[in-house]
């Protein structure tokens, strides 16, 4: 059954640090590309990060300005695991996040808009409290 389950999410205070586990079946695994969202109450949705590949073993990254030397998305290819590695916390970091994956692989300008993105976990929510 083809499936994103996110794990790793908590309740934690401001510069701390935790790190997100998205599980992805064989089929989505193979997206061309992945991506961590998250959503607040009342707010849209914001892209994070996300790691892109034409094929082969080059990934190409991209991170939000908000999270740029915080956060580290990267992925595992033998455990099928994409992480969001994310250090120095603060409360503003609070949200439900997502993984979400692309069929196709997607220019740099539309890596962090949610519209190209197909299928989506069910989310784990991350408390930063100061």
């Known amino acids: 059954q083809e499936r994103l389950r996110e794990s790793g999410g908590d309740s934690v205070q401001a510069g701390g640090s935790l790190r997100l586990s998205c599980a992805a079946s064989g089929a989505f695994y193979s997206a061309n590309c992945m991506g961590w969202f998250r959503q607040t109450p009342g707010k849209e949705r914001e892209g994070v990060a996300s790691i892109c590949t034409r094929g082969g073993a080059r990934y190409l990254t991209s991170h939000a300005d908000s999270v740029k030397g915080r956060f580290t998305i990267s992925r595992d290819d033998d455990t099928n695991t994409l992480y969001l590695q994310m250090n120095s916390l603060k409360p503003e970091d609070t949200a439900m996040y997502y993984c979400?994956?692309?069929?196709?692989?997607?220019?740099?300008?539309?890596?962090?808009?949610?519209?190209?993105?197909?299928?989506w976990g069910q989310g784990t929510q991350v408390t930063v409290s100061s």
């Open positions: 979400a994956t692309s069929p196709g692989y997607l220019e740099y300008s539309s890596r962090l808009t949610d519209a190209p993105y197909t299928f």
